[in-house]
């Protein structure tokens, strides 16, 4: 079964072959740590988490390298700690350690490498000195500046004409630029910012700089595939392609270059500067990290999203019907440990979550309406579906009981055996006021041939 991925570089899709099936590299851009982040910051790290999982699955998880880089040193950052009256370190610290915990609930595994632009400042030095030796950098006024024009194919992975970068990037035209699209990859440090020491003068590097040295590092160049959200595709990666190549490397830099579409909320993409964002550190106080997860994958990753409340309940509710059939299967055994070839193929087919979240629904069908050995296949390739997608591990009856706290769920199963014992006497009105005091606690029963089983009402 041949996986497809669609190549912002090639507008198409094409049949995903790596360099190295031992050792097949990925590489997506990741948080800048100043703040919590939000949902949107979220969406490329569960569908590049949802890729991970399916290249482990294609080559094996000791043959899949995967680094998302922390930028630890920022504007942002650097007003962050000035504010706070204390070094940079501490709210990087802070605030990744909070990032790599909300993305964990949202099913989001450790990328194999976690590289920080603080701790490779060494690499990124070295990485501007072979561009100044090649000729594709200038030092002036103590910067340094990527010589755009020393790339012939600058603008061929965003598709943009010259003048439209210019503009689209909104540069500074500074009089030291030789041209206005040339980009910063050395800068002075404000006075009581962060500097280090460079050849070219004390300071700190430019934003585009730092992937570049990241991956050279970790991974290697050329990668198979160097991910991120649409909005980096100008000018991020296509300033990143640049001075990867006129630092020595093939014209590839990325085999495929793969982009998730924006989220937004209304009519208007979600950012910090427009002050409409959902905090993921928030959110998962409220809903289950799964739902989360199934709302950012529900739709196909490289299209827009609408995010909204409404997606989180049905999310919720998509996986009530899933974790439903898988506990009321409880007694069957799985035959199987592989997904059914209509998963595989749905995820295969450019991530085209969609199709293989209907191959879900129907396998927890089959499950539910199947023979004994249809039902023994269905609920072994449903658990193994979830398995490479990141849904169904946990334990069904848990998920219903909504983390209820040990005191909830000991009141609970008291009140639901006492209703057994009052409708095994004929007592309906003492089940029917036991039932109450449940609904009271924001429990719903339901009866069913094997006994009474029960949810916290979201």
Not at 399 to 421: C, N, S, T
């Amino acid at each position: 079964m041949t996986l497809t991925l669609y190549d912002t570089m090639a507008r198409a899709k094409r049949p995903f072959v790596p360099a190295d099936p031992k050792r097949v590299t990925m590489y997506v851009c990741g948080p800048t740590v100043y703040n919590y982040a939000h949902i949107g910051n979220a969406r490329p790290v569960v569908v590049f988490d949802l890729l991970f999982r399916v290249l482990r699955d294609l080559y094996g998880e000791d043959h899949v390298l995967y680094a998302a880089n922390v930028t630890d040193v920022d504007d942002k950052i650097n007003q962050k700690a000035i504010e706070e009256g204390v070094p940079i370190d501490v709210v990087t610290d802070r605030y990744l350690a909070a990032y790599n915990s909300d993305m964990s609930v949202l099913g989001a595994l450790r990328p194999s490498f976690q590289p920080r632009a603080t701790q490779t400042m060494a690499a990124i030095i070295a990485f501007i000195e072979r561009l100044v030796l090649g000729n594709a950098a200038y030092a002036a006024e103590g910067h340094v500046l990527f010589n755009t024009q020393a790339f012939s194919d600058y603008g061929k992975l965003s598709g943009r004409p010259m003048d439209e970068m210019i503009a689209g990037a909104r540069v500074d035209v500074a009089p030291y630029k030789s041209h206005p699209a040339d980009f910063v990859l050395w800068k002075p440090s404000k006075p009581g910012e962060p500097v280090w020491d460079s050849p070219w003068g004390p300071g700190r590097p430019g934003w585009h700089i730092e992937c570049s040295a990241m991956i050279e590092q970790t991974l290697g160049l050329p990668i198979d595939i160097h991910g991120g959200g649409i909005d980096l595709v100008f000018p991020h990666h296509e300033n990143e392609l640049a001075q990867g190549v006129c630092a020595g490397h093939s014209r590839e830099y990325a085999r495929y270059w793969m982009h998730n579409g924006f989220l937004n909320f209304g009519d208007e993409k979600m950012s910090k500067s427009l002050g409409n964002v959902v905090l993921v550190h928030d959110l998962v106080e409220k809903a289950p990290g799964e739902a989360i997860r199934w709302a950012l994958l529900v739709g196909h990753y490289r299209q827009p999203m609408e995010w909204s409340g409404e997606l989180i309940e049905q999310s919720k509710k998509s996986l009530d019907r899933l974790y439903g059939a898988l506990r009321r299967a409880a007694d069957v055994t799985p035959s199987t440990d592989r997904p059914s070839d209509a998963f595989l193929a749905a995820l295969h087919d450019d991530l085209n979550t969609p199709q293989a979240f209907a191959e879900l629904f129907a396998l927890a069908s089959e499950l539910e309406t199947g023979d004994a050995a249809a039902r023994a296949r269905a609920k072994g390739q449903l658990l193994a579906a979830g398995r490479i997608a990141g849904f169904l591990q946990g334990d069904a009856e848990a998920w219903f009981q909504g983390g209820a706290d040990p005191e909830l769920k000991a009141r609970v199963e008291a009140l639901i055996a006492e209703r057994a014992e009052a409708r095994a006497a004929k007592d309906w009105p003492r089940a029917d006021r036991i039932r109450d005091e449940l609904a009271s606690l924001n429990v719903e029963v339901m009866d069913g041939p094997a006994g009474a089983t029960w949810r916290v009402r979201t």
